[in-house]
């Protein structure tokens, strides 16, 4: 009797999450349904293009919010078996609260890990076809940001032309090596600047111990300062937020490619965040597993759900904005980052423990 029964609680808590899933799913369609419409309004593109990126950016969208579907999924399956007497039934059989949590848990706990390696990748495929898609119609395609072996390579418009910047790497704000190209419209070279460092901080970029070399009717004109100051569209900030978008990145390729990414110029602070925060995925849902249980779970009574829908509203407001200033506060260096990403999974964990303990016992 206890296989059937806890077989019945298995298929009934899947069928939950998978209902809460879609609902989180069509609502996130409609809602980037209408930023995309934006976005493509005054192009010439067909009316399928926007449906599409939508259909291919949601998902990437749904494994970030995951934690939160299964905290809603938990307090909804257990206000069901509760309003029906189900639990009450289990009880009768043997079958306790800490039994029906343990179920739940596991669960959890499984999608989370099938998320990271089997869900991540295509999700994070997806994601940059998303991200290339929308570069092709891009106002800003002329500009050109990447990074390889030769080091940092920069283009991007000037009011009467084109500038090349190159550099041999980036420390932080300082660029290294730099050669400057300017060219005129007709792309011929109008000015080649070489210089030892930038400081890049701010748009208008201070180089050091600077050789100008002018092109006048065919001619290489030299000019030696120590320092020449530079505008330009992008910044250090700038240039690492256009790396920053781990949604196309997948935890397999995170994992095997670490090195190969600090190389290309990814920022280690953000792949180490970025690695920490999928690793704890599958902690993140089984605390939130119990976080729902030990709120919904404590007592046999038919209670007011609308108390219930206010209480996990509260909750997952609370952790989001927990984990974001846990995050910052990493990125700050007030504490270490590895500690910012996994401690509101702790704190959640330390505080559901206790709970969980209790709820047995009624």
Not at 178 to 207: G, M
Request: net charge positive; with cysteine.
């Amino acid at each position: 009797m206890n296989k059937i029964l806890i077989k019945y609680l298995l298929s009934k808590y899947l069928k939950t999450f998978f209902k809460v899933l879609l609902f989180f799913y069509c609502f996130g369609i409609i809602l980037n349904l209408f930023e995309e419409i934006e976005f493509f309004k005054n192009l010439n593109v067909n009316f399928l293009t926007p449906i599409i990126l939508t259909s291919v950016y949601i998902p990437s969208m749904i494994i970030q919010l995951l934690p939160f579907i299964i905290f809603i999924s938990c307090m909804k399956f257990i206000i069901e078996i509760k309003d029906n007497k189900d639990l009450l039934t289990m009880k009768v059989f043997g079958i306790s609260n800490f039994r029906i949590f343990l179920l739940m848990s596991i669960i959890s706990f499984l999608i989370g890990w099938f998320s990271l390696f089997f869900l991540n990748p295509i999700t994070s495929s997806m994601s940059k076809y998303y991200e290339q898609t929308k570069a092709n119609y891009s106002k800003d395609i002329d500009h050109l940001v990447t990074f390889n072996k030769n080091g940092l390579w920069i283009k991007e418009n000037l009011a009467n032309g084109q500038r090349i910047v190159t550099a041999r790497e980036m420390d932080k704000t300082i660029l290294r090596d730099i050669t400057i190209f300017d060219f005129d419209q007709d792309y011929n070279l109008e000015k080649k600047i070489y210089s030892k460092s930038a400081n890049i901080e701010s748009n208008d970029w201070l180089l050091k111990d600077v050789k100008i070399l002018r092109v006048i009717d065919g001619i290489f004109d030299q000019i030696d300062r120590k320092e020449f100051i530079i505008n330009s569209i992008y910044t250090h900030e700038k240039i690492n937020s256009l790396y920053k978008n781990f949604d196309t990145l997948s935890f397999i390729n995170l994992v095997g490619n670490y090195q190969n990414l600090l190389d290309k110029g990814y920022n280690n602070i953000f792949l180490k965040q970025s690695f920490h925060t999928m690793l704890s995925m599958p902690f993140f849902l089984l605390t939130m597993t119990a976080l729902a249980s030990i709120i919904v779970l404590g007592t046999l009574k038919r209670s007011n759900n609308v108390k219930f829908i206010i209480i996990g509203l509260i909750s997952c407001i609370t952790i989001y904005y927990l984990k974001d200033l846990s995050i910052a506060l990493g990125k700050t260096n007030r504490i270490p980052l590895t500690l910012a990403t996994w401690m509101p999974i702790i704190i959640i964990g330390l505080f559901s423990s206790i709970g969980i303990l209790q709820i047995n016992e009624k």
